[in-house]
């Protein structure tokens, strides 16, 4: 019975081995399996593998490689939603609040009452500005620093705004406290003799450029900035609080 026609195969244009591969290869199938020793008698040894052959090159006409798989954007782990300010940064509430992630490029969050992180989901709340303004902060200075230390972002607001421990105000979604960056690299609680004078203010000019309704700093810190807009004010001597406009303008 004649056996079937063999099927076409077409193989790949694989890159033609060199010459020199060739001989190499050739050159380890004929080395001596036998090694004479000193006291005349010959012993079988095991072959040693051949020289390591370098892998071919990469045909320059091979096309473009598959790019590495994109970073997801930290901005597609938020909910976004149409959040309104309501009345005022110390009277006022939060209507469809935001939640900043518990961290991201250049940024974590932290709880001020324990000094640990993340911060809870339900004092990371803001206006959808305050929460964008606080990514495009981080990625800036991830870039501007990527050996860090990231900035360390506080409070925000409650989940539906409101009175807040600790704060006067903080109840509308527009304002963020921000931890001082330390001298020594440490991502932790920082006072005016271990802050970084140099990287506290670039936090600050980011801000201002940004535009602000305030930035409130420590009375021991040294930070400028435009007057009526960065101020001192008591009680913040190891964080920077910062207040935005009221991103829908309402006002009520
Ligand atoms: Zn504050």
Known sequence: MP???CPRITLPDLPRPRAWMVLLGAMAAALPLATAIPDGSSHTVAAEP???????????????????APVPDIRSQVVW???IAHGTANDGW??????????????????????TRPNLPGRRTATATMVRDLIDLGEWWAGRHPAGPRLGIGDLSQTSGGAFELHASHRNGTDADIRLPRRDGVEGPADPSIYDRGMTQEVVD??????????????????SGPAGEVEVWPNHDDHLHVRIPDPDGTGN
Not at 99 to 115: A, I, R, S
Not at 206 to 223: A, C, D, E, K
Request: zero cysteines; proline letters at 23%.
């Open 206 to 223: 980011w801000w201002v450029r940004r535009g602000v309704q305030f930035i409130f700093y420590g009375p021991h810190l040294s930070v």
């Open 50 to 68: 051949a020289v390591p052959v370098a892998p071919p090159p990469v045909p320059a006409d091979r096309g473009p490689q598959p790019a590495p």
């Open 3 to 5: 056996l079937p026609p």
């Open 81 to 83: 939603r149409a959040s």
């Open 94 to 115: 939060l209507e469809n609040g935001v939640v900043l992630p518990p961290e991201g490029p250049g940024f974590y969050t932290y709880n001020p009452v324990t000094q």
